[in-house]
């Protein structure tokens, strides 16, 4: 057998290494290794190699050489993970000396070095394989082999061979560690106790993870990290709040009291969420340094949504705009720490969404880390149901993240992991993944009986001790404390808890967040306009290009155009995307940063935006909006990755964590949107009224049916209407570049006032429609209306019959529309922004109108979706007692047709209708209409 051809190729390149460095300099290696090197030659690679390294056979040396390459690649296999043992370790034949065709005996008789790589202390390969045995296949497994920058494998091989972070290299104090472990059982044993059945998703089983946090952010806190983002779950939420985030025992009681005599608000702008959904915020003091902030935000139920939120938030925690040009963002200011389910994260695709985001310019963070708690169920259901990979935490190799898996009833590994994720990631910028494997003592939750699914993994937890005993156990074996002093050391943190309760006030102790009313009337006196001589000013800037800067001919031919457009101050010459990069211009210019993404968005799906040009001889780029002379604040734009639902998440993350500044994101077509449905759902509309929270988001949907197809026709303007309540947010559809322009320019005005997320449906054909265009005068005078009046049919209201009241394109293919002639008794009105919806502007728009008999809402949406059974109700509240009815497609379960042809028929057929019919004088008695109903 030829022992060199059984080297795989990085054996053979260590071994050829270490040969290479005796032939330049004997003495480098040590006596054993020269021994065999001076009786041993090489083979050419493609020889078959016969020589032996003298009297040991070169196939145990080979054979030596493989079998430490596969505990440290596969050791983990063979690791003791599980604490109830219920899952052995599968091993792997190749951790077997024999497989190599070596023993023991064998193996004492080649030198260490041949194999030992980063350890110490070692002289025989024996030795060095048992203390490989001891590292790799322990309760510590280090799953890192997939790792393919051979810097960062090699960086993680020393740490853990050289035990850089554990004790006693890097110390543990172990009675301060019983301490807390005392503190996490003895509050998790109160709440039993105290509130039996009360669904609090204990801790226990994988108490180690409050300790492994206090390890990651003391890390951080030293490498002068200040802002710290802890994204979790409901499971040990509670006891992960009150001692890593010091949330108060009292107000944890209080809310598990849940006193019914306590002031409740009435208002239903506010519904509060159920304790475990909190978010809390900790200050810890820096000794001569800052303070670091521990933040943790509230998430809804929805397992692993808050993931991409906590990265918009430590991307923008880590990120200055206050200059002009590209945002600096440096991974030194913020951490964010992600701690998921064993069930959630190979379950949930928005883990696969985020992870996908860490190395990403425009959304990186420098790296999270990441910890599963991993107590090996999800509510009823077993790893074999859960995922398809080997652990749960599959899905993050393919990412290239150095994972460790780490049994939580050894404290001391678990700090070691911690340690040893922090110093990954402070090194390289890099994600790194714990998977914290124990077990969850009592069911799902406290009320649900886990013996029903899992008996005889519940029998064992019932003999199983917790990981305080066990390791009180440990330092009462190494003497370090007595087991009076460990039982002491419990006993006083139960009696916190005891007092905590006895002094409980519990209205009184309860707090609830106020979010603050906006100010009344602000959206309406924000002040807009832009003074033309501005407006030229930007426009010139925007256009002038680095001098030896070439163009793409047809971008010039539209720049050229661009020169002029401010000239003539009343023709209607801005388009749509020059009102919007003005808008932004003028944003920066005033001091407040932008930050812009979604799929494309640097040109702009339909090739009208172009915020990045590029050089047309060299690729180089170009961003207009970052080498404003004007801009006070920095601008970035992000072609995002094919994602909604963690993008979205993604910036509103940002945003909440950074409200001044303007946070924009558009997706390619609107109907894309419902894949970020979850971040609309229980983030966007409502963590207003759950939790406080002011975002003020920007959507960007392009919407309207142009004869695409069922998809790229709708934004779902519906489901936003549906869920708009308690002025949680602004939705508007409008027509012009100047009402784009102000929108946005109100938008930036009250993002510290009166913040509101923005949802515009956005045109797409119309993006360079005649009719949208606006002239210069609307910019530098004019502002955002709610409504438009037809200004034109007002010059001869007492001929109008009837009002239609419109949104968004349709309103276009009405005024262009032949039958409009032959109908001088028609107005035609824009409802420009649908929520919240404008009543006064509504209603004098139509009272404008003394003699007209109806109102008719035209859409070309389906009746069933659009604005319609929306807008309803409020049209008839104004309409004075005059019809209302609707013009609109047939209710249908898709939204377009997907045929051109149909298109165009039904479309045609919706305007016949709107000119179509009688028109009807207003009635002179009055319609009894119902009234609103009460709140
Ligand atoms: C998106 C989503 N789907 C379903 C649920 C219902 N649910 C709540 S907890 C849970 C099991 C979670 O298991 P795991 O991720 O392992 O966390 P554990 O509760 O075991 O800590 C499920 C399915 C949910 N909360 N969110
Ligand atoms: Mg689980």
Request: charged fraction near 25%; aromatic fraction near 8%; charge should be negative.
């Amino acid at each position: 057998m030829s022992g060199w051809q059984e080297f795989s190729g990085f054996n053979r390149g260590y071994v050829l290494e270490l040969y290479e460095k005796y032939r330049e300099n004997p003495s480098s290696v040590d006596a054993e290794t020269r021994g065999v090197f001076e009786q041993w030659t090489p083979p050419a690679l493609d020889e078959a190699p016969s020589a032996a390294a003298g009297t040991i056979p070169l196939e145990k040396v080979v054979g030596a050489v493989n079998l430490a390459e596969s505990i440290r690649r596969y050791g983990h296999l063979a690791a003791r993970l599980d604490p109830l043992g219920a899952r052995p370790p599968i091993g792997d034949p190749s951790l077997l000396a024999a497989t190599h065709g070596v023993t023991d005996e064998d193996l004492r008789s080649i030198p260490a070095n041949l194999v030992a790589g980063p350890l110490d202390g070692v002289t025989t390969a024996c030795d060095a394989i048992e203390a490989l045995r001891r590292i790799y296949c322990s309760t510590t497994g280090y799953d890192y082999a997939h790792v393919f920058v051979p810097e960062e494998r090699e960086w993680l091989r020393q740490a853990s061979e050289r035990g850089r972070f554990r004790a006693p290299a890097d110390p543990i104090d172990p009675v301060a560690l019983l301490d807390r472990l005392s503190q996490v059982e003895a509050f998790e044993r109160f709440l039993q106790r105290t509130f039996p059945g009360k669904t609090r998703f204990s801790i226990e089983g994988l108490d180690m993870l409050v300790p492994v946090l206090d390890e990651v952010i003391a890390e951080a806190g030293e490498a002068g990290i200040r802002q710290i983002l802890v994204g979790m779950a409901h499971r040990g939420r509670l006891n992960v709040m009150a001692h890593v985030l010091n949330k108060p025992y009292a107000q944890i009681l209080a809310e598990f009291k849940d006193p019914v005599s306590r002031p409740f608000r009435e208002d239903m702008a506010w519904t509060g969420d159920v304790k475990y959904h909190a978010g809390a915020h900790r200050a810890i003091k820096g000794g001569e340094a800052m303070d670091v902030v521990v933040s943790m935000p509230p998430n809804p139920s929805h397992l692993e949504a808050v993931d991409p939120i906590v990265e918009g938030m430590a991307r923008a925690a880590g990120t200055s705009v206050d200059g002009a040009g590209a945002p600096i963002f440096d991974p030194a200011r913020s951490v964010p720490i992600l701690i998921h389910g064993d069930a959630a994260f190979p379950g949930q695709g928005v883990v696969a969404e985020t992870l996908n985001l860490s190395r990403l310019p425009g959304y990186s963070t420098g790296g999270t880390i990441h910890i599963i708690v991993n107590n090996q169920l999800g509510f009823t259901t077993g790893p074999e149901d859960v995922y398809s990979t080997s652990y749960a935490s599959g899905l993050a190799r393919g990412f290239k993240i150095p994972i460790v898996h780490v049994n939580a009833d050894d404290p001391e590994a678990c700090v070691e992991a911690a340690r040893l994720a922090f110093a990954y990631r402070a090194r390289f910028q890099r994600d790194f993944l714990i998977d914290l494997i124990g077990y969850r003592r009592h069911g799902h939750n406290e009320g649900d009986e886990p013996a029903f699914t899992q008996p005889l993994t519940y029998q064992k937890i019932g003999w199983h001790p917790t990981a305080r005993e066990i390791w009180a156990s440990r330092l009462v074996e190494r003497g370090v404390v007595s087991g009076e002093k460990a039982e002491g050391i419990y006993q006083a943190r139960a009696s916190e808890m005891q007092a905590a309760y006895e002094a409980l006030r519990p209205e009184q102790d309860l707090v609830e967040p106020e979010p603050e009313a906006p100010p009344p009337g602000a959206a309406a006196k924000a002040n807009t306009t832009v003074s033309i001589e501005r407006l030229r000013e930007l426009n010139a800037s925007l256009l002038a290009l680095p001098s030896d800067f070439t163009l793409h001919k047809k971008l010039e031919r539209g720049r050229e155009k661009r020169v002029h457009m401010l000239d003539a101050i009343d023709d209607r010459s801005v388009d749509w995307a020059t009102a919007e990069e003005l808008a932004l211009a003028s944003i920066l210019s005033d001091g407040v940063s932008i930050r812009l993404t979604g799929e494309d968005v640097e040109r702009g799906t339909f090739s009208h935006r172009h915020a990045v040009l590029h050089d047309f001889t060299n690729g180089r780029a170009h961003v207009p909006l970052q080498t404003l002379p004007q801009a006070r604040a920095a601008f970035e734009v992000h072609n995002s990755p094919l994602t909604e639902n963690a993008v979205l998440g993604f910036e509103y993350g940002y945003n909440v964590q950074e409200p001044s500044r303007l946070v924009i994101w558009e997706a390619q077509y609107g109907d894309f949107i419902n894949g970020a449905q979850v971040v609309i759902d229980e983030f966007l509309v409502s963590a207003r009224g759950k939790w406080g929270q002011r975002p003020s988001l920007v959507l960007l949907l392009p919407h309207a049916h142009e004869g695409q197809g069922p998809d790229h026709a709708s934004a779902r303007p519906e489901r936003f209407l549906q869920l708009a309540a308690d002025i949680n947010m602004r939705v508007a559809n409008c027509t012009t570049a100047a009402q784009y322009f102000h929108l946005l320019r109100r938008q930036a005005a009250l993002l510290l006032v009166d913040p509101l997320p923005l949802v515009v449906l956005t045109p797409k054909s119309l993006l360079r429609h005649a009719m949208v265009a606006s002239s210069p005068r609307e910019f530098a005078e004019g502002r955002f209306r709610m409504v438009i009046q037809d200004h034109e049919a007002e010059s001869r209201a007492d001929a109008i019959r009837r009002v239609i009241v419109c949104s968004g394109k349709i309103y276009v293919d009405l005024m262009s529309a032949e039958q409009r002639a032959d109908r001088p008794d028609v107005a035609i009105c824009r409802l420009e922004q649908l929520y919240p919806v404008p009543m006064r502007d509504l209603r004098a728009v139509i009272d404008a109108y003394p003699e007209a008999g109806e109102v008719v809402w035209v859409q070309e949406e389906p009746e069933n979706m659009g604005a319609w059974e929306f807008v309803r109700p409020h049209l008839q509240e104004v309409s004075g007692g005059r019809a209302v009815r609707r013009v609109a497609r047939a209710r249908s379960a898709s939204p377009a047709e997907g045929s051109a042809a149909r298109h165009t028929h039904h479309q045609q057929m919706l305007i016949a209708q709107a000119f179509g019919g009688k028109p009807v004088a207003r009635p002179r008695t009055v319609v009894d209409v119902p009234a609103p109903q009460p709140r």
